[in-house]
């Protein structure tokens, strides 16, 4: 049987925070790197600046989006640090981390790639 949670509700949220904020910065670097491939890759050699602009206010908006969908984690996260499995879950949250961030990174090379290919 699991021991039941010793933290208290500030500790927990202290603890979320901390855990992922310090992961977010990891997350937008990674998709950052992403959408400057294929900006390098397609924009430069196939849009006018006209266009280029209308595509990146795109891309911010759709980066705004992602990371809304990366403060979902704490939907999952502080509940189950409330529960009896507290400390097996911080041992393994990094798994919800890992795929987030590989279906982050796939939509956001999906996005990009049409969104740069598109007239």
């Known amino acids: ?13 202290t603890n979320a925070i901390r855990y992922w904020e310090s992961r977010r910065l990891v997350y937008n670097v990674i998709l950052v790197a992403i959408v400057l491939f294929h900006l390098v890759t397609y924009a430069f050699s196939t849009l006018g600046n006209t266009h280029l602009a209308s595509k990146l206010c795109s891309l911010f908006v759709l980066w705004t989006i992602a990371n ?15 529960s009896d499995f507290q400390q097996t879950w911080r041992a393994r949250r990094v798994l919800l981390f890992s795929v987030g961030l590989l ?17």
């Open 68 to 82: 809304i969908a990366y403060t979902t984690a704490y939907i999952v996260d502080i509940p189950v640090q409330l």
């Open 1 to 13: 049987m699991h021991e039941a949670p010793t933290s208290s509700i500030r500790e927990i949220l």
């Open 103 to 119: 279906l982050s990174v796939i939509l956001t090379w999906q996005v990009a790639s049409q969104l740069f290919l598109s007239p």
